[in-house]
């Protein structure tokens, strides 16, 4: 079993539609818990990290852990095309990091 | 401009053959790190460095060496390179205190035959 499973997608969406991406942990001793986003051909960026439950919001971006369920989400609001790319959660442990295989997401104009 | 460089980009090389993949920060950042990318299992760890002379093994170290014998440069070196690690590889830095990787390079898409 992985550490971190993540749905590959792909997933497309009409512009303007909510985006809810999401991902789950086996390991309860993940510390930090990221979103990137990776566009093609590029590294990842990092989109937002939270250590607590509850949510993180960034402009059109929320970030919500559920430590109880070991699950994590990225919603994104007002999606627009520039927002098409992969987005990998991640976690860590110490000074580790352990990644999702991303979500391919499409935002259709 | 803030910025992790990786060279080179694309590499095609043989098995057996060592090879050296550079990467270099800009931003005096004290944390590092080696990622592969492979489909299906995304980005696994390889190695990270806390700081000059501080390196430690990630999720998969095996058949990789690194140093950090300057805070700006990390090198990722395969003395024996094998088909098995033809792969995608990301160089990382990190100023904040928790080490989230922050800044990544392009990449280096290595092809060992």
């Known amino acids: ?109 | 401009e803030a910025q992790v460089t990786q060279n080179p980009r694309y590499l095609i090389t043989v098995t057996g053959k060592k090879l050296t993949v550079t990467c270099s920060q800009n931003m005096n950042h004290e944390y590092m790190s080696w990622y592969r990318q492979d489909p299906g299992l995304g980005l696994r760890q390889i190695y990270y460095s806390m700081n000059v002379e501080v390196t430690d093994k990630g999720d998969v170290p095996e058949g990789y060496k690194v140093s950090r014998k300057e805070k700006r440069n990390f090198p990722l070196i395969l003395e024996s390179p094998s088909p098995n690690q033809t792969s995608l590889y990301f160089c990382a830095s990190s100023s904040d205190r928790y080490n989230q990787p922050q800044h990544f390079g392009d990449g280096t898409r290595l092809s060992i035959l």
């Open chain 1, 1 to 109: 079993q992985k550490e971190v499973e993540q749905d590959p997608g792909p997933l497309s969406v009409p512009e303007g539609a909510i985006v809810s991406l999401n991902c789950t942990y086996s390991n309860s001793a993940f510390q930090y818990f990221m979103w990137y986003r990776q566009y093609s051909r590029k590294g990842p960026e990092l989109l937002m990290y939270t250590y607590s439950s509850g949510n993180k919001e960034d402009g059109r971006f929320t970030a919500q852990v559920d430590k109880s369920s070991k699950y994590i989400s990225l919603f994104i609001r007002d999606s627009q095309p520039s927002d098409s790319a992969t987005y990998l959660c991640a976690m860590s442990l110490g000074n580790q990091f352990y990644f999702g295989t991303g979500t391919s997401l499409t935002v259709i104009p």
